[in-house]
């Protein structure tokens, strides 16, 4: 059977041309998740060890507001895996988990007077009770690049997040930007 083609070379240039098809569907589903998270996905892990009767009136005017949907849990241990944001009743408790932190944004760490802070802005205080702990926030390294985690830690700092630590009787923490400056300036340890 001269000039007649064996079967074994389509084959191998199907199972080739397959191969580099299934290659490129997972590249292109790798990278849509990975776009997906950068942009948000819609939905926010939110752990926190502050009591629900003081964060489901923000989470509810904040899903309101946005449409992005906030998962809250709650507890006195943190159990930070699959955590977008940690919201703490004690700033002892993210200092613990520091290391799991991203960066606080500029626009959101810089709200908050310097002795109420990381100076690494990795945590940052939210309101002050009577007894002088700290209510703060820190957003874990895994969803850094979420704008909806950003998105919903910014709100804690805004004048209706800040509204709603005072009228629980906390002191809201978040100054104008003057008032920042100012208690930079006479506070001996700061660090920008």
């Not at 569907?25 to 752990?47: F, K, M, P, Q, W």
């Not at 309101?127 to 850094?144: C, F, N």
């Not at 805004?158 to 629980?168: L, M, N, P, Y």
Request: glycine letters at 6%; hydrophobic letters at 40%; aromatic letters at 6%.
């Amino acid at each position: 059977m001269a000039g007649a083609t064996s079967p074994k070379p389509r084959r191998q240039a199907f199972v080739r041309i397959s191969v580099w098809i299934a290659l490129l569907a997972l590249v292109a589903t790798t990278s849509c998740a990975i776009n997906d998270r950068e942009s948000g996905d819609g939905v926010v892990e939110v752990y926190s060890t502050r009591s629900e009767k003081i964060m489901s009136p923000l989470v509810e005017e904040f899903e309101k507001q946005t449409g992005i949907k906030v998962h809250m849990r709650y507890g006195a241990t943190p159990d930070l895996k699959d955590i977008d944001v940690f919201v703490a009743d004690d700033s002892g408790q993210l200092v613990r988990v520091r290391d799991e932190l991203a960066e606080l944004p500029d626009p959101i760490w810089r709200k908050v007077p310097s002795q109420y802070r990381d100076p690494a802005k990795r945590w940052a205080g939210i309101s002050a009770r009577e007894d002088g702990s700290l209510t703060a926030v820190g957003i874990l390294t895994h969803a850094d690049g979420d704008k909806d985690a950003r998105h919903f830690t910014g709100n804690l700092f805004s004048k209706e997040g800040q509204a709603r630590f005072d009228e629980v009787g906390e002191k809201p923490l978040v100054a104008d930007a003057a008032e920042v400056v100012e208690a930079d300036k006479a506070d001996p340890n700061h660090q920008s």
